[in-house]
C-alpha cells in the first residue's frame, strides 16, 4: 500500500498561471485573480498527507477544487505547480509512458457518473482494466468475476449497464477498479448521484469492503454527513484552498475557522438525522383479520411484545400488546381488530431524531414512522435511537 | 465617364480566376501525369478483374448469393426484395451494366473509407487539422456534382477510372463527418475512464470510442454509398457505362422506355444497398 503526498498543489486554469500566482500571493481572492488575470484558480497551495490504508475525505461545496484535486492526483489534470509523491514515485513528474504505467498498476477511479462502458457487459466493464494492461482474456475473466462478487454483483456479469440500477451500476464502477488491485482508490464523488438510502447502504458497504481489502482510499464527496461518516480524515475545501485537514472529531469539535464552523453547526447530528435514517424495517406485522393467536405467535417468533397492524395495502391501523392479545385469547374473539390500540404516537419520515425525542418521549411502544399516505414505513425503538445516537455523533461532548 | 463613376466596380479588370485554375491544372498534370496514369491503370485493373468475376458467374447464383448475403446481414423481407429486384434488373437485359455499375461503387466506396474514416479519426485528435478539414468538406459537399467530373476527365481521361475518382471525392465527406461527430459524441466521462485505466489512445480509440461511435459511422458509411449510387449514374456523362450509360444514351436519344428501365434498375440497387447498410447499422445500435 502507497502513501501519499502532496506538497503546494496548484492548479490555475487559464494561460497566465503567473499573474494569477502573484496576485494570489498578494493575498488576492480568488474572485479578484478571475477579475483581474481573467485566470481561474483551481488549486491554490494544497498540501495533505494520506497514510497507508485509511480513507482520506476532501470535502467541499461545488467550485472549491475537490475534483480538481482528485484529478491531479493521477494527472487527468496537469497539476500547474506542486509535488505528488505516492509510494516512493513523483508522480508529478512522470512521462507519458511512466505515468500510464501508475494509472494501469497503482490506482484506480470511480466516477460520479458511473462512467461505464455501456457497448460492454458487466463483466467486460470490470475488466476493463486489465484487458487495458493486455492480461490473458482467461485471467481477466477470472479476475472479473472476482471484483464482481466482492461488491455483490454475482451472476450479474452477463446484463449489460443500462440494465441496471443506479446503485448495482456504481458497484460495477467499484469493480472495475477492484478487479486492477490497485494500492489507491481515487472515488469522485462516487455516492452523489444516488438515491439517499442506496448512498448510505453503499457507505455501510464500502466501510466493510474497507476492512478486507485495506485500500488506500481518496474520497471526494460535497455531503458533510459522508465525509464525517466514512473519513479517516477529513480535509474541508474553499475556494482551492484546504481550510481543515483533520480527523472527523476534530472537524466538529474544533473547526479551524468560522467556515467550517458553520458547516458543523449544521450537521449536528441529532438535528440532521431523520427518523428514516435511524427507523428499521419491521420485522413483522399482523392483519385486523389475524385471530389473537396468530397475533401471539407473530410476536412469540419476533420476540416482541407487542405488533404492529396494518391492514394489506400497508396502511398503519395501530398497535396490539402482548397482553391484551392473550387475554383476547382467552375470551375466544374471533379477530384482533378490538383490541387494537388507534391512538399511538407516529412520526413523519422526515422527522429529525431532536425532535423525536421533545414528543411523547413517556409512549411505552416504539415509534412507527409513517408517511403522509399513511403508509408503514418502519419503526424507531428508543434504546436503538440512543444507541445510534451515540454511535453517530462523534464526541459531541 | 459617369457610367463608370455610378459603378466603380467596373472598373475592376476582370479576374482571372477560371484562367489561373486551367494553369494550375495545367502545371499539376505535367508534374503528376506519371503517376496519374499509374492510379488509372491500376483501378481500371482491378475494376474490370471484379466485374469480369461478378459476370463470369451464372447470374441466378450470383442473385441468390447476394440475396443470402442480404438475409444474414439484415432481414428475410429485404432477402426477398433483393431477390426479386435482381431478377427483373436481369429480365430488362441489364445485368452487366449493374454488375459494373455495383462494381464502379465498390471500389468508390472502399476508397472512399479507407481515406474518409482515418481523416475523420485524426480530425478528433488535432483540432488545427479539423479546422482545415471541415471547411473543405464544405467546399465539397456544396460543389455541384457535375464539377468534379472536369478535373477528373483532365487527369485520368474520359472514361471509368474519371468517374470513379469523382465519385470518391463525392462521397467521401459524409465518411469524414460522421466519424468524426461519431467519437466526439462519446461522453467525456467514459473517456475519461478510460483515460483513468491508463489505455494508450490507440486502446483509446479501438475498444471505447470507436465501438460506441458505430452507430454514427455506419450513417456515413450508408451516406456515402447512396452518394456513390448517385455519382455513378451522373459520371456516365464521362463516359463511366454501367446503368449511367443506359440512362445518358436514353436521354441522348429520348428513349423513354429505355430510360424508365434502366432508371428502375438504379433505383432497386439504391434500395437494396440502403436496407442492407441501415439494417447492419441498426443492429450495432443494439
Avoid at chain 1, 76 to 81: A, K, Q, S, Y
Avoid at chain 1, 160 to 183: F, H, I, K, N, W
Avoid at chain 2, 60 to 78: D, E, Y
Wanted: glycine residues 8%; hydrophobic residues 45%.
Amino acid at each position: 500500500m502507497a502513501r501519499i503526498e502532496v506538497k503546494n498543489l496548484s492548479k490555475i486554469f487559464g494561460n497566465n498561471p503567473g499573474k494569477a500566482f502573484e496576485l494570489l500571493e498578494k493575498g488576492y481572492t480568488k474572485d479578484e485573480v478571475v477579475e483581474k488575470a481573467g485566470q481561474t484558480v483551481g488549486i491554490y497551495n494544497a498540501s495533505f498527507t494520506v497514510e497507508k490504508g485509511e480513507i482520506f475525505v476532501v470535502m467541499g461545496l461545488s467550485g472549491s477544487g475537490k475534483s480538481t484535486v482528485i484529478r491531479c492526483l493521477n494527472r487527468l489534470i496537469e497539476p500547474t505547480r506542486g509535488k505528488i509523491i505516492i509510494g516512493d514515485q513523483d508522480v508529478s513528474a512522470m512521462d507519458y509512458n511512466e505515468l500510464r504505467e501508475f494509472r494501469q498498476h497503482k490506482q484506480s477511479m470511480v466516477f460520479q457518473r458511473f462512467a461505464l462502458f455501456p457497448h460492454r457487459t458487466v463483466l467486460e466493464n470490470a475488466a476493463f482494466g486489465l484487458e487495458i494492461q493486455n492480461v490473458s482474456k482467461e485471467e481477466r475473466g477470472k479476475k472479473g468475476l472476482e471484483a464482481l462478487e466482492l461488491v455483490g454483483l454475482k451472476g450479474w456479469g452477463n446484463h449489460y449497464p443500462d440494465q441496471l440500477s443506479g446503485g448495482m451500476q456504481q458497484r460495477v464502477g467499484l469493480a472495475r477498479c477492484l478487479a486492477v488491485d490497485p494500492e489507491i482508490l481515487f472515488m469522485d464523488e462516487a455516492f452523489s448521484a444516488l438515491d439517499p438510502l442506496i448512498r448510505r447502504e453503499m457507505q455501510d458497504e464500502l466501510l466493510i469492503l474497507q476492512e478486507k481489502v485495506g485500500k488506500t482510499i481518496v474520497f471526494i464527496t460535497h455531503d458533510l454527513d459522508e465525509a464525517l461518516k466514512i473519513g479517516d480524515h477529513v480535509a474541508i475545501m474553499k475556494d482551492g484552498e484546504i481550510v481543515q485537514n483533520d480527523t472527523p472529531e476534530n472537524i466538529l469539535t474544533n473547526p479551524a475557522d468560522s467556515y467550517v464552523a458553520k458547516f458543523v453547526e449544521d450537521v449536528d447530528l441529532s438535528k440532521v438525522l431523520t427518523a428514516e435514517g435511524v427507523m428499521k424495517s419491521p420485522r413483522v406485522v399482523a392483519y385486523p383479520k389475524d385471530g389473537p393467536r396468530v397475533a401471539l405467535r407473530k410476536m412469540k417468533e419476533a420476540s416482541i411484545s407487542g405488533i404492529f397492524v396494518t391492514n394489506r395495502k400497508g396502511h398503519l391501523e395501530g398497535y396490539v400488546t402482548a397482553e391484551e392479545a392473550r387475554k383476547a385469547a382467552d375470551e375466544g374473539n374471533e379477530d384482533i381488530s378490538g383490541i387494537i390500540h388507534r391512538n399511538i404516537p407516529t412520526v413523519s419520515p422526515d422527522k429529525t431524531i431532536n425532535e423525536l425525542f421533545e414528543t411523547a418521549s413517556s409512549a411505552s411502544i416504539p415509534y412507527a414512522v409513517v408517511d403522509e399516505e399513511k403508509m408503514f414505513k418502519g419503526i424507531i425503538v428508543r434504546g436503538a435511537l440512543l444507541a445510534g445516537l451515540v454511535k453517530e455523533v462523534v464526541a459531541d461532548d | 465617364m459617369i457610367d463608370k463613376l455610378l459603378n466603380p466596380i467596373d472598373m475592376l479588370p476582370r479576374l482571372p480566376l477560371g484562367a489561373k485554375v486551367d494553369d494550375f491544372i495545367d502545371w499539376l498534370l505535367g508534374q503528376i501525369g506519371v503517376l496519374t496514369r499509374l492510379i488509372a491503370n491500376f483501378l481500371e485493373g482491378i475494376m474490370e478483374g471484379i466485374t469480369d468475376l461478378l459476370l463470369w458467374f451464372p447470374p441466378f447464383i450470383l442473385i441468390v448469393l447476394i440475396a443470402l448475403i442480404a438475409w444474414r446481414l439484415s432481414n428475410r423481407n429485404i432477402a426477398i426484395f433483393t431477390f426479386f429486384g435482381l431478377v427483373l434488373i436481369y429480365n430488362m437485359n441489364l445485368w452487366p451494366g449493374a454488375m459494373s455499375t455495383i462494381t464502379m461503387i465498390l471500389i468508390a466506396v472502399t476508397i472512399s473509407l479507407c481515406i474518409g474514416l482515418p481523416v475523420g479519426i485524426l480530425s478528433t485528435r488535432y483540432t488545427l487539422f479539423h479546422r482545415i478539414v471541415w471547411p473543405i468538406l464544405d467546399f465539397m459537399q456544396t460543389m455541384p456534382a457535375f464539377v468534379y467530373l472536369i478535373p477528373a476527365v483532365f487527369f485520368f481521361s474520359l472514361g471509368v477510372v474519371a468517374a470513379m475518382i469523382a465519385t470518391v471525392v463525392f462521397s467521401m465527406p459524409p465518411v469524414i463527418r460522421l466519424t468524426g461527430l461519431g467519437i466526439r459524441q462519446v461522453p467525456e466521462d467514459v473517456v475519461e475512464a478510460s483515460h483513468a485505466f491508463g489505455s494508450t489512445d490507440w486502446q483509446l480509440l479501438t475498444k471505447v470510442q470507436l465501438p460506441l461511435a458505430m452507430p454514427t459511422i455506419m450513417a456515413g458509411v450508408n451516406q456515402c454509398i447512396m452518394l456513390a449510387l448517385s455519382m455513378v449514374v451522373i459520371a456516365a456523362m464521362i463516359g463511366a457505362g454501367g446503368l449511367g450509360g443506359h440512362v445518358y444514351g436514353a436521354i441522348q436519344r429520348l428513349n423513354i422506355g429505355l430510360g424508365f428501365e434502366s432508371g428502375l434498375a438504379v433505383v432497386i440497387l439504391a434500395i437494396i444497398l440502403d436496407r442492407i447498410t441501415q439494417s447492419s447499422r441498426q443492429t450495432s445500435e443494439e
